[in-house]
């Protein structure tokens, strides 16, 4: 699977933005999927991760309550839903593919990725 994310931008405090990640090439719906994040001089953290029939998910707890994770399988899509953001949001966003089909929250686990996206988040 080919991951392309999109959806970043500038936005104040308090605003969302929605970030989309589109899929192709092998079985979408067969992967566990995340959202990881990683801002300047900082480490990549997972941000939110979904299983692959979307039942399951995860949230950081920095997030929890905020973002909103989704995934449709006949479009190849995987979603991430950002509300009340934060100037602390305000990173690199990328989308991974699980090596498993289940939820997983160890990076290690993600085996394919996304270019990225740029979230800005203002004052």
């Known amino acids: 699977v080919q991951l392309q994310a999109s959806g970043g931008g500038l936005v104040q405090a308090g605003g969302s933005l929605r970030l989309s990640c589109t899929a192709s090439?092998?079985?979408?719906?067969?992967?566990?999927m995340g959202w990881f994040r990683q801002a300047p001089g900082m480490e990549r953290e997972l941000a939110a991760a979904i299983s692959w029939s979307g039942i399951s998910t995860y949230y950081a707890d920095s997030v929890k309550g905020r973002f909103n994770i989704s995934r449709d399988n006949e479009k190849n899509t995987l979603y991430l839903l950002m509300n009340n953001l934060e100037p602390e949001d305000s990173a690199i966003y990328y989308c991974?593919?699980?090596?498993?089909?289940?939820?997983?929250?160890?990076?290690?686990?993600?085996?394919?990725w996304g270019q990225g996206t740029l979230v800005t988040v203002s004052s």
């Open positions: 991974a593919a699980h090596k498993y089909a289940l939820l997983g929250i160890d990076m290690d686990e993600y085996t394919t």
């Open positions: 090439g092998r079985m979408f719906g067969a992967y566990g």
